[in-house]
């Protein structure tokens, strides 16, 4: 079963727009991690936030982690083109901390 | 670096063939994981590794079997193919445990069972 849930499905803006896709999950972690997939090929690994930590930023990427409420959210500001891909949170927690498990993603079209 | 390599990309099996997926990694990595994705369910854990000679059973590791007899190889193997198993496999990597690591992804491999 999928320990973190992304909200929304899929997400349709218009470039230079911003883009909050968020993750909710249900046991303790010790980090969440945020990974892009670009349609067709494998995940590339984006931004890590450790259990301790509230907010994190990347570039154009901000990610913060409420622990209490067990949800995180990943915010993509001043969107592109090139940001269409399918967005996807990870938690570790749930295999003795030594795996990732992954939510169903957020499929993120970014209009020109 | 090639990072992670999957071998073949692409394969069709009638029901009941048999077939190995190869995951080769050049990072030195010791953690090692096979993954299936499909549409509407995102990635879920196959089996896994922590370590050359190590193998463990993730979420759907039913019809699967893995091999690490190499630190760099990390196989996963279908006895006899069943339609279910119709899917994108991915493999990937972490220098160790997630709890402080990142993975690394290879392209993944299609895989139709007819």
């Not at chain 1, 899929?10 to 909710?24: D, V, Y």
């Not at chain 2, 299936?36 to 922590?50: A, C, K, T």
């Amino acid at each position: 079963s999928q320990q973190g849930e992304e909200d929304p499905q899929a997400l349709s803006i218009q470039e230079g727009e911003n883009a909050t896709m968020n993750c909710s999950y249900k046991t303790s972690i010790n980090n969440l991690q945020w990974y892009r997939q670009n349609s067709g090929r494998g995940l590339v690994h984006l931004i890590l936030i450790r259990s301790n930590e509230r907010e994190k930023h990347s570039g154009r990427l901000r990610v913060t982690l409420d622990t209490s409420k067990k949800s995180s959210s990943l915010l993509i500001t001043a969107s592109r083109a090139a940001d269409t891909a399918s967005y996807f949170c990870a938690t570790d927690g749930t295999g003795g901390y030594s795996t990732l498990t992954f939510g169903k993603g957020t499929m993120l079209l970014v209009s020109p | 670096n090639a990072g992670v390599t999957q071998t073949p990309k692409f394969r069709v099996l009638k029901t009941g063939q048999s077939m190995t997926l190869l995951c080769a990694q050049d990072m030195n990595h010791e953690y090692m994981y096979w993954y299936r994705q499909d549409p509407g369910m995102g990635l879920r854990l196959i089996h896994y590794s922590v370590g050359e000679g190590t193998t463990a059973k993730g979420e759907v590791p039913d019809g699967y079997n893995v091999s690490r007899l190499k630190k760099q190889n990390f196989l996963l193997g279908l006895e006899s193919a069943a339609p279910s198993q119709t899917s994108v496999y991915f493999c990937a990597s972490s220098l160790g445990a997630v709890g402080a690591n990142v993975l690394t992804f290879g392209a993944g491999s299609r895989l139709t069972v007819l």
